[in-house]
T-cell receptor
């Protein structure tokens, strides 16, 4: 089945530095990817929609200059947390749409990565 | 909406019993709904989905019921097992492919 890989799975960085998280679709092309963050015992919060070859669309309240998203190819989207602070520590999850499937069809056409734990110290 | 500051509701069941997890969704125009299972420290895992032209859909040990009148979704797990312990989220899909997530329910299975 389709697989979405996130890297790194865990990362610790110092406050003020930047950290990049990669999201790759391994056996399908994804024109659209989504980035979420999740705090412990809470639901997923959509941060932005990443579209291949165009600028990401950010949700209200998400700073686009702080959370840089690049979707340079049909199989890779990256999220860069710039000037990280301890409050950015969270679980970041990406998901990808399989562009080969009709999005309205029943069945699992949305694939999730395993998530990336970011700890800012 | 966001669930900032809220604690997940917990459902505790005995191994072998049936579990019912409920979810209220927000958008009456949503036409596709998905249940996900999330184990600690992992990404969401697809369980079952249903389209708005259906009231019920069954999978292996799981059944999803959709009541559009009251915008309610439920997930039934038959013969609950310890491996079913996780957080369960419902999600509704909008027409721009975004998912609107429910608050989640933590399922604890007692041996």
């Amino acid at each position: 089945g389709a697989v979405v890989s996130q890297h790194p799975s865990r990362v610790i960085c110092k406050s003020g530095t930047s950290v990049k998280i990669e999201c790759r679709s391994l056996d399908f092309q994804a024109t659209t990817m989504f980035w979420y963050r999740q705090f412990p015992k809470q639901s997923l919060m959509l941060m932005a929609t990443s579209n291949e070859g165009s600028k990401a669309t950010y949700e209200q309240g998400v700073e686009k200059d702080k959370f840089l998203i690049n979707h340079a190819s049909l199989t890779l989207s990256t999220l860069t947390v710039t000037s990280a602070h301890p409050e950015d520590s969270s679980f970041y999850i990406c998901s990808a749409w399989s562009s080969g499937a009709m999005w309205q069809s029943s069945g699992n056409t949305i694939y999730f990565g395993e998530g990336s734990w970011l700890t800012v110290v | 909406g966001e669930s900032v500051g809220l604690h997940l509701p917990t459902l505790s069941v005995q191994e072998g019993d049936n579990s019912i997890i409920n979810c209220a969704y927000s958008n009456s125009a949503s036409d596709y709904f998905i249940w996900y299972k999330q184990e600690s420290g992992k990404g969401p895992q697809f369980i079952i989905d249903i389209r708005s032209n259906m009231d019920k859909r069954q999978g292996q040990r799981v059944t999803v019921l959709l009541n559009k009148t009251v915008k309610h979704l439920s997930l039934q797990i038959a013969a609950t097992q310890p491996g079913d312990s996780a957080v369960y989220f419902c999600a509704e899909q909008t027409d721009n492919r975004k998912l609107i997530w429910g608050l989640g329910t933590s399922l604890a299975v007692n041996p």
